[in-house]
Structure formats: C-alpha cells, structure tokens
C-alpha cells in the first residue's frame, strides 16, 4: 500500500513512517507543509493519503484544503485525516461527494497501532472510518435528520458502529446481540434510507454517509 504521510511534528511524522514501513507499506512521500502535500497528491502514485488537519505556512486548515483539491481532481482519492481538531466545515464537504474512502480520526484518541491500521485499510479500500467524537460534532451541524428520523433507537446504534468502521461481527459483540441480528437490523436501515441493491455503489457506504451528514 502505497501511502502519502502529511504531518509538521517531525518526532511523530518519523513514528508513523517507521510504523507504516514496518507493517508493510510504502511511504511513497512525507512532507510537512501544505505546498509539499498539494504537490505529493497531485503528481504521486498512491492508495491512501494521511492528512494532519493544520500544516504550514498558516497552521490553519492547509491539509484538508489540499485534500479536497485532490479529491475534486482525483475523485475517490482515499484519504484519512489524522488530527487533533474537529473541523465540522470541511469534514462535511470531504463526505458531501458520497464517495466514501474518508477517515477522520483524533490523534489523542487512537491508542494502539492496530486500530490505526485497520483504519488506514479500511479507507484504501473505500470505506468510512470516523472517530465517536467527531460523527457527534458533525450531527450537531444539523437538526434536519430526513429519513434517518425513521430508525429505531437499535438501529441508530447499529448504523453509528458502522461509521466508525465496526464490522457485523464486532457490532454485534458491542452491542451483545447476534450477528443475525446485526444482519437484520442493517438491512432494515437500507431500506429505510432507501439505498438499493448496486454494482455501482457500497451501500454501507452510502448508509454512513447519510447517517453523518443529516
């Protein structure tokens, strides 16, 4: 896997290209300002791009503006923000594509290198990861629910394990039901939401970014 790292702290930029090299990926470019980033995203062959929100010259938002540059020119980029703030604005516009492949995870809150990774594959291969904190902050941004008003209070809990990257049989262990259960309830969201069969789309996809963007 082929991954773009983003990240001004040298001591944690150098831990996570030691980490990500260990585990059998290519760091194929590490840089620390938003110029590099725009640069490595548009003229290097990736899977994944890690993103720190805030990058200089301004420390601002210079990650995610170069991230989603790149997914307007590259549609379905994969890209997983790796940061220490919740920026509501651009977190809903890197979702509003409905693509998928989004990750949005808080530094202070990943604890150990497996969750890390399996994050980091779960976007490259199109999924949606996103960290408790930040999928309650982005449905602060709006009343209006539409047909997520729809699901019963399992089904909210089934789908917000879903957002952040859980699979059946993790769900069902979390939440001590059955994985036939979990099965149940997902399909049952779907079709509340209305996401129909396709071999043109990933309908958990679909279904968590309904959920996070209201």
Known sequence: MRVVLAEDLFLLRDGLTRTLREH???????????????????DTELDVAVIDIRLPPTHTDEGLKAALAARRARPGLPVLILSQYVDQLYAHELLA??????????????????????????????GTVMDPQVIAKLLTRSGKRGRIDDLTPREHEVLARMAEGHSNT???????????????HI?????????EQ???SNR????VLAYLKG
């Open 24 to 42: 059998g990926c290519e760091v194929v470019a590490s840089v620390d300002n938003g110029p590099a980033l725009a640069r490595a995203l548009t």
């Open 97 to 126: 594509s409905g693509e998928g492949a989004v990750g949005y995870l808080l530094k202070d809150r990943v604890t150990h290198t497996a969750q890390f990774l399996d994050a980091l594959r779960t976007v490259a291969s199109g």
């Open 170 to 184: 993790a769900i069902a262990h979390a939440l001590h039901i059955s994985e036939s259960a979990v099965a149940k």
């Open 187 to 195: 399909a049952s969201v779907f079709a509340k939401l209305r996401l």
């Open 198 to 200: 396709s071999p043109d």
């Open 204 to 207: 958990r996809v679909l279904a």
